[in-house]
C-alpha cells in the first residue's frame, strides 16, 4: 500500500503535518470514505488552538472505523517468495 502525506499551516500558524494517509484508486469502494474522513479530520486539526505537529491519520481511522473496514482497507497482500 501507498502513503501520502500532507503539510498545512492551521488557524493559529503552527506547522502541521499529517502522515499514513492511503491511497486508494477511484474505483475503490473505500476512496470516498477516506476522502470524507481526511477532509473531517483536517478541518478539525486546523481549528485546533493548541494543535500537536504530527498526526496519523491511519491511528485517527483506527479510533473511528469500524474493524472490518479498517482491515480492508490497510489489508497488506501475501508476500511471494519471502519479498
Known amino acids: 500500500m501507498l502513503?501520502?502525506?500532507l503539510e498545512f499551516k492551521n488557524a493559529v500558524g503552527?506547522?502541521?503535518k499529517v502522515s499514513e494517509i492511503p491511497l486508494l484508486g477511484?474505483?475503490?469502494p473505500y476512496y470516498f470514505?477516506?476522502?470524507v474522513r481526511l477532509q473531517t479530520f483536517i478541518t478539525s486539526i486546523y481549528r485546533?488552538?493548541?494543535a500537536r505537529k504530527y498526526?496519523?491519520?491511519k491511528d485517527y481511522l483506527?479510533?473511528?472505523?469500524k474493524w472490518p473496514d479498517y482491515e480492508?482497507?490497510?489489508k497488506s497482500g501475501e508476500l511471494k517468495n519471502n519479498a
Do not use: A, C, G, W
Not at 483506527?62 to 472505523?65: I, N, P, S
Open 33 to 35: 470514505m477516506i476522502q
Open 55 to 57: 498526526y496519523s491519520f
Open 48 to 50: 485546533e488552538k493548541t
Open 14 to 16: 503552527q506547522k502541521v
Open 62 to 65: 483506527k479510533r473511528v472505523l
Open 26 to 28: 477511484e474505483k475503490s
Open 3 to 5: 502513503y501520502k502525506s
Open 72 to 74: 480492508q482497507i490497510f
